[in-house]
């Protein structure tokens, strides 16, 4: 009793590394990258080899309510790499449902049944076969031979990924992590069945993860070249004014749009501006709307606001515009009557085409409409079938 005591206690351990990180001790005050330099942190697109526990406790990036972006530390967190015994699964049509334990915690994974007819599937490859034996060309025949043998390698993973997992088996998942009706959950890009009898395979990730943790994970990111003076030039002065900008937005829920020049009114955006003048020639009305400008192009190129039109100077804060929510789900369910995409979804560029044709989003882009198509996938209102198509019901 006394040994297992001590191995909870060590922070080598999972149940010891995460007590160990929600200690107040390691709850000190925290930099958030701004979602320009988030492609700087290697760890952004990594599937990161993460404890349940961890998943479940993350929040959502500070400003980024509805991305699907997460923060471990200062870390930008959107994939993760999962194993775990499977304790519950529901299968659907088109989708398995399984719940994994790790020891840590639990946590629903979706995993998409792969795109393959039946007939694709048990359907014999004997043309290659024969055209391989007729070869003359040893090296030919070697390739076909080759050929043949992957390609039944791949029908029968894809036959067995179309069966549903029992309870007590091992699954390795990596995919991106979403909220839906309030829960987390994995999206899988990639699933399989571990034959593992012995454990070793989970024994060895127990022993991988917390080094993962101690040499990575748990230190936070820093721009390369950052010190304690920041530079207030240049492009550097646009994110530090888009930061505050999104800040004022997130903070001031009664905003629903906006002109930049009615933002250069706002003492606290001005403050910003202002801070670089120590000692320098004051800008010029045009440089400050100048500055302006960029600063709300670039949030959106994020998908955080939109211009209404190119005729107009309104920009309008996405989240908080029903019309534009209610507009693209309607498209999403007109278009998924249609017979071309009822089955395999209807892309994103396609949903834009559509958007733009209204005059009021004309101005629209296609950041903008992924923005609300997450949002939408987060609330049910749609799924999303593949990478960027999507159908409504």
């Known amino acids: 009793k006394h040994q297992e005591a001590d191995i909870l206690k060590s922070p080598n351990s999972a149940a010891g590394r995460i007590s160990a990180n929600l200690t107040p001790k390691n709850m000190n005050p925290i930099t958030y990258l701004p979602q320009t330099y988030w492609g700087l942190d290697p760890l952004h697109r990594a599937c990161l080899k993460m404890f349940i526990q961890d998943v479940l406790d993350m929040e959502t990036y500070p400003g980024h309510p509805n991305m699907n972006v997460f923060a471990y530390k200062n870390h930008p967190i959107s994939r993760v790499d999962l194993m775990g015994w499977v304790v519950r699964v529901e299968e659907r049509e088109r989708v398995f449902n399984y719940t994994i334990d790790d020891g840590t915690g639990v946590i629903n994974c979706v995993c998409w049944k792969p795109k393959c007819s039946t007939e694709e599937l048990f359907m014999d490859d004997k043309d290659g076969r024969t055209a391989a034996s007729s070869s003359t ?60 009898p012995t454990c070793s395979i989970e024994i060895q990730r127990m022993v991988e993860r917390p080094r993962l943790y101690r040499n990575f994970y748990d230190i936070p990111f820093h721009l390369p070249g950052s010190g304690e003076k920041e530079d207030y030039t240049g492009e550097s002065l646009v994110n530090s004014l888009q930061d505050a900008i999104a800040d004022f937005l997130n903070k001031n829920n009664t905003v629903l749009n906006f002109e930049i020049k009615e933002l250069a009114t706002v003492d606290s955006l001005m403050a910003v501006v202002k801070k670089t003048q120590e000692g320098k020639t004051a800008m010029s009305g045009k440089q400050v709307v100048s500055l302006f400008t960029q600063a709300v192009r670039n949030l959106e190129d994020l998908g955080t606001v939109y211009k209404r039109s190119e005729k107009d100077d309104l920009y309008v804060v996405i989240d908080r515009d029903e019309t534009l929510e209610s507009t693209v789900l309607g498209i999403l369910r007109q278009e998924s009557r249609n017979p071309k995409y009822s089955d395999s979804g209807c892309h994103h560029r396609h949903v834009l085409d559509c958007l733009k044709m209204k005059q009021r989003f004309s101005g629209v882009g296609p950041s903008v409409v992924m923005r609300v198509l997450d949002k939408l996938e987060s609330q049910s209102d749609i799924i999303s079938t593949s990478e960027n198509y999507y159908i409504a019901f």
């Open 137 to 196: 060309d040893s090296t030919e025949q070697e390739l076909a031979d080759f050929l043949s043998f992957k390609t039944q390698e791949i029908k029968t993973c894809t036959r067995q990924r179309r069966q549903p997992m029992k309870l007590g088996d091992l699954l390795h998942v990596r995919g991106r992590i979403k909220s839906y009706r309030g829960a987390r959950e994995v999206g899988a890009a990639y699933f399989r069945c571990v034959d593992d």
